[in-house]
T-cell receptor, first 119, second 113 residues
Framework: GAVVSQHPSRVICKSGTSVKIECRSL??????MFWYRQFPKQSLMLMATSNEGSKATYEQGVEKDKFLINHASLTLSTLTVTSAHPEDSSFYIC???????????????FGPGTRLTVL | GENVEQHPSTLSVQEGDSAVIKCTYSDSASNYFPWYKQELGKGPQLIID?????GEKKDQRIAVTLNKTAKHFSLHITETQPEDSAVYFCAASSTSGTYKYIFGTGTRLKVLA
């Protein structure tokens, strides 16, 4: 089946530093990947849609200069949290859409998530 | 905007009983409805999904029903086991526009042994 990996699985950093999270589709190519943030006991909130070879589309209220997204290949999207602060501590989850999917139904595959803790 | 309501927010059942979680969506263009199980500290795991061209789908103890007219879909778990305890999320999506998933607010299921 389609597998999406994330690296690292958890990261702890100091306030003010930048952190990069990778999302990889392991056995399929993904022209579109999605980044979500999930706070404790809450649902997944879409942050941005990452499109291979073009700029990401950010949801309302998400700072694009703070959450930098790069989708440089068909199997890799990265999310960089710049100048991280304690309020950025969260569970970040990516998903990917298979480039070869039929297009009729929007099936996506989710990664295992990355736990970010900013001290 | 698009919205998915999910009920109940918490659900406790005795082991062996059935559990039902319901979702209602607002976007009539939605045609794909996945359900996810999320355990503590882990990413969401797809447990079953349904496309708009069918009204019901079953996989062993898990089933999903879809009523397109009422814009309702439900998850049914029979013969619940303690390992079914987790948070369950429904989602709705379409291929018109942005390919976004709209998630429900989640249901915390506890199966009591």
């Amino acid at each position: 089946g389609a597998v999406v990996s994330q690296h690292p699985s958890r990261v702890i950093c100091k306030s003010g530093t930048s952190v990069k999270i990778e999302c990889r589709s392991l056995d399929f190519q993904a022209t579109t990947m999605f980044w979500y943030r999930q706070f404790p006991k809450q649902s997944l909130m879409l942050m941005a849609t990452s499109n291979e070879g073009s700029k990401a589309t950010y949801e309302q209220g998400v700072e694009k200069d703070k959450f930098l997204i790069n989708h440089a290949s068909l199997t890799l999207s990265t999310l960089t949290v710049t100048s991280a602060h304690p309020e950025d501590s969260s569970f970040y989850i990516c998903s990917a859409r298979d480039r070869l999917s039929s297009g009729i139904y929007n099936e996506q595959f989710f990664g295992p998530g990355t736990r970010l803790t900013v001290l | 905007g698009e919205n998915v309501e999910q009920h109940p927010s918490t659900l406790s059942v005795q082991e062996g009983d059935s559990a039902v979680i319901k979702c209602t969506y607002s976007d009539s263009a939605s045609n794909y409805f996945p359900w996810y199980k999320q355990e503590l500290g882990k990413g969401p795991q797809l447990i079953i999904d349904i496309r708009s061209n069918v009204g019901e789908k079953k996989d062993q103890r898990i089933a999903v029903t879809l009523n397109k007219t009422a814009k309702h879909f439900s998850l049914h778990i029979t013969e619940t086991q303690p390992e079914d305890s987790a948070v369950y999320f429904c989602a709705a999506s379409s291929t018109s526009g942005t390919y976004k998933y709209i998630f429900g607010t989640g249901t915390r299921l506890k199966v009591l042994a």
